[in-house]
C-alpha cells in the first residue's frame, strides 16, 4: 500500500522573540525573527527579514498574514504566535496561517483515500476480469478435450 505523503510539507512553529536592525541605509529595516517547531522547542530557527519603513517586503507581509497580524511593523504582537512554515521559508508562500496548513493537509488526506479507494477497486476488476479470462480458456481446454475423445 502507498505511504501517504503531503502536498504542502508544513511544520508549525512559535516566534518566540522579534530584534529589529535599523542601521541598514536607505531606510530599510532587519528584522530578525527567532522561532522554534513546536514539536521541538529546543530547536532556535532564525528567520531574516529585510523591508522598508512600511514593511512592505512580500516575505515579512506573508509571516505576519500567517500569524494573523494586520500591522506589519507591530513587532510587539509576534512573540507567542504560531504559524506554519515549509522550505525554510525561502520564499513568501513558504508561510501560511495554522488553519490554512490544516485544511491543505485535510484536503490531501481526502484526495489520498480516494486514490487509494479507486487503485484498490481498480485491482479487484482486473483480478476479476483475469479470473473470468482463466475460467474461459479452462472451459474452451476441456470442451476441447472432451470433444477429441469422441472423435478418436
Not at 500569524?67 to 525561502?90: C, Q, S, W
Amino acid at each position: 500500500m502507498r505511504k501517504f505523503t503531503p502536498t504542502f510539507n508544513f511544520a508549525a512553529y512559535r516566534v518566540r522573540s522579534v530584534d529589529v536592525d535599523t542601521s541598514n541605509p536607505d531606510e530599510f529595516f532587519t528584522f530578525l525573527v527567532r522561532a522554534t517547531p513546536i514539536r521541538d522547542p529546543q530547536n532556535e530557527v532564525i528567520l531574516q527579514f529585510t523591508t522598508d519603513l512600511g514593511g512592505k517586503g512580500q516575505r515579512f507581509q506573508s509571516l505576519a498574514s500567517a500569524l494573523g497580524i494586520h500591522l506589519a511593523l507591530d513587532v510587539n504582537e509576534y512573540p507567542g504566535r504560531v504559524f506554519t512554515m515549509k522550505n525554510g521559508g525561502e520564499k513568501h508562500d513558504d508561510f501560511a496561517s495554522l488553519e490554512y496548513a490544516s485544511a491543505c493537509l485535510q484536503a490531501d488526506r481526502q484526495a489520498f483515500h480516494a486514490a487509494s479507494a479507486y487503485a484498490a477497486q481498480c485491482a479487484d476488476e482486473e483480478e476479476a476480469e483475469l479470473a473470468m479470462a482463466s475460467f474461459a480458456e479452462a472451459g474452451i481446454e476441456s470442451v476441447a478435450r472432451r470433444v477429441a475423445r469422441r472423435a478418436g
